[in-house]
């Protein structure tokens, strides 16, 4: 039976929809690429960055688990670093969350259109690509206001048919693999395995993004863990075998198919079929991933406007579908400006640093609340006790280390500007409540 949560949104969402949107938010166009350029640091012994970082995740999805099934209102990582450290650190992680949301919208939206260009040589035309954003973004908007249902059961079957064709390169290439291939004659230095899983690392992220509709979970003490472990875990097995047949199938000229190394294998144990498909796969991916989007990052938008740090009129619920009307309508208007301005390019450079900054925070107020509540939990609790996010506190910090300077500098920025807004909201909030009084 659906219940209704006391933010005016129905708790619909299992956990296959969860874990849906979790495997359907990291798996974008990054896996069709990835393989030849982590074969370019790391040879035949690649899959290491892919254990590696894949076990990292693993760390830091069990710390989104933990606090995920205990906080359980709208918005996700916001949520969770809002209830551990206040209002400031809330705001400032629930800005930079839609905002990366956003800026990596805009850029899977430009890749997914550059790819179908390859077959429809029209869409290089700013007006025809403009009104195929418009169409694109406008389908999401109708379908998600229509019900967090409809939007989950979309998800759910572009999930499905995203993976089809991965699955059927990973079947074909298990026969077209030779074991000489996979054979590894030296281990890689740290330094080359450090490089490499920096790189691979942000091609796992994105997952976090399907817990911005807690408020929207069934039973999100059982939900949240088994969703989103099981939809990490079966990105991370996805990467595994894809690398592991890419190299098993082309060998050592992986590392010149750095344009579209799938294709390549793909067109060798498929034939020119092959190519074909995982070209229509890479461009579907990437319009599921967009899907899953429009339905995940409206709730952090209406979250804040719930705490007044947007205009209120983001936080109204459609009285017939009990959505967050207002907040996907803006979310999806500003993913459609984003991407045809094509502006978001000089901005995207924060969106790394920025995402690794809301992963610590949500690790380290895992942390907090732990330590907080004295061995009482409602809901999922990490064994081995604060042992797994000091781990994975350490992993994001290291991460951060290896940014370049730039994206540092630029997360600085970012973070200084977001500090004067949120001073300049509070500010004439109790100025105009002191005005009331009198």
């Not at 952090?300 to 309508?329: C, D, E, S």
């Amino acid at each position: 039976m659906t219940s209704t949560n006391n933010e005016g949104l129905r708790r619909e969402i299992g956990i296959l929809g969860l874990a849906a949107n979790t495997l359907n938010r990291t798996i974008g166009a990054g896996i069709f690429v990835l393989p030849a350029f982590v074969a370019s640091f790391l040879g035949e012994t690649s899959i290491l960055a892919y254990l590696f970082c894949g076990f990292l995740m693993m760390l830091i999805m069990l710390c989104f688990s933990e606090i995920g099934s205990k906080i359980t209102v709208t918005g996700g990582a916001y949520a969770y670093i809002h209830a551990a450290f206040g209002p400031f650190a809330g705001f400032l992680a629930n800005t930079m969350f839609w905002f990366v949301g956003i800026l990596a919208d805009a850029a899977i939206a430009n890749a997914m259109v550059d790819t179908l260009s390859i077959y429809l040589p029209i869409l290089a035309e700013l007006p025809v690509r403009a009104l195929f954003f418009f169409i694109v973004f406008g389908l999401f908007t109708y379908i998600n206001i229509r019900g967090v249902k409809h939007g989950d059961n979309v998800v759910k079957i572009n999930t499905l048919i995203k993976i089809i064709p991965l699955v059927i390169l990973i079947i074909a290439g298990f026969f077209g693999t030779s074991i000489e291939n996979l054979k590894w004659h030296a281990l890689p230095t740290i330094s080359k395995l450090g490089e490499a899983s920096l790189l691979l690392f942000f091609a796992f992220a994105g997952g976090e993004a399907s817990l911005n509709v807690s408020g929207e979970l069934k039973n999100p003490q059982k939900v949240v863990p088994l969703g989103i472990l099981s939809g990490m875990g079966a990105v991370v097995l996805f990467y595994i075998l894809i690398q592991t047949v890419s190299q098993g199938v082309l060998g050592a000229d992986l590392i010149n198919q750095s344009e579209a190394p799938l294709a390549a294998v793909a067109n060798k144990v498929i034939r020119p079929f092959g190519s074909t498909l995982m070209i229509a796969g890479a461009a579907f991916s990437m319009f599921a991933a967009l899907s899953g989007s429009v339905l995940s990052y409206p709730r952090v938008i209406f979250a804040g406007a719930n705490k007044g740090w947007m205009p209120q009129i983001m936080a109204k619920v459609h009285p017939k579908f009990a959505t967050p009307y207002v907040a996907i309508i803006t979310y999806a208007t500003l993913d459609f400006i984003f991407s045809i301005s094509g502006g978001f390019k000089d901005l995207a450079i924060i969106a790394s640093a920025s995402l690794l900054t809301v992963y610590l925070g949500v690790v380290l107020a895992t942390i907090k609340l732990r330590l907080d509540e004295n061995g009482k939990t409602d809901g999922f609790r990490i064994p081995g006790g604060i042992t797994i996010p000091i781990l994975a506190a350490m992993a994001i910090v290291w991460f951060l280390s290896n940014l370049a300077i730039k994206e540092v500098s630029s997360l600085a920025i970012f973070l200084v500007a977001l500090s004067v807004i949120y001073f300049l909201i509070t500010f004439f909030e109790k100025k105009k409540n002191k005005e009331s009084k009198i």
